[in-house]
């Protein structure tokens, strides 16, 4: 069984300062991550992918992905109230349509 | 705009009901997939359609089928709704592997209540 796991928090980061939410995958053969967030009562929409080695950034979101320890991360600078959501990481095999999702993290920005 | 549309967001129905939850895409995706979604366990795959009148089960099917007849369209039918069926449902595509992005889009949800 292919799992995703993530520390369901929630996880509370002063205004302004780095969220750094984590997610350990247990599959190798897992290619491609998503980091999606999901507001309270609405849908998952993607933030960023990343399926190298190394980070990728994009704004304020940075990815980083360590396949040898199979970790992904995703930071937030200068958090915001806004990017007070939960935090859903997905893990896609090579050639698999599928993602395999955690259960999520919940961070809240404290002003 | 990609726009996954879902039948209902709200729908409270009877133990022992036929639901049907219809899911409708823009975007000409060839994938379609039904998750639900409950406190703690994350969102996990009931089934998943990858071309019209084609079905593959995801991890947990039981209890559910689904039907897609056009490639914008795929429902899923809850043949006798049961109270442990309670549960936000959500709808989603995405492009075939190989595109530029593989990105699921994800519909609004659809809660569903059995009582």
């Known amino acids: 069984q292919k799992e995703v796991e993530q520390n369901s928090g929630p996880l509370s980061v002063p205004e302004g300062a780095i969220a750094s939410l984590n997610c350990t995958y247990s599959?190798?053969?897992?290619?491609?991550f998503f980091w999606y967030r999901q507001y309270s009562g609405k849908s998952p929409e993607l933030i960023m992918f990343?399926?190298?080695?190394g980070d990728k950034e994009d704004g304020r979101f940075t990815a980083q992905l360590n396949k040898a320890s199979q970790y992904v991360s995703l930071l937030i600078r200068d958090s915001q109230p806004s990017d007070s959501a939960t935090y859903l990481c997905?893990?896609?095999?090579?050639?698999?349509?599928?993602?395999?999702f955690g259960t999520g993290t919940r961070l809240t920005i404290i002003p | 705009d990609v726009k996954v549309t879902q039948s209902s967001r709200y729908l409270v129905k009877r133990t022992g009901e036929k639901v049907f939850l219809e899911c409708v895409q823009d975007?000409?995706?060839?994938?379609m997939f039904w998750y639900r979604q409950d406190p703690g366990l994350g969102l996990r795959l009931i089934y998943f359609s990858y071309d019209v009148k084609m079905k593959e089960k995801g991890d947990i099917p039981e209890g559910y089928s689904v039907s897609r007849e056009k490639k914008e369209r795929f429902s899923l039918i809850l043949e006798s709704a049961s109270t442990n069926q309670t549960s936000m449902y959500l709808c989603a595509s995405s492009p075939p592997l190989g595109s530029s992005y593989n990105e699921q889009f994800f519909g609004p949800g659809t809660r569903l209540t059995v009582l």
């Open positions: 990343i399926y190298s080695n």
């Open positions: 997905a893990a896609q095999d090579f050639g698999n349509e599928k993602l395999t």
């Open positions: 975007m000409d995706h060839e994938n």
């Open positions: 599959d190798r053969g897992s290619q491609s």
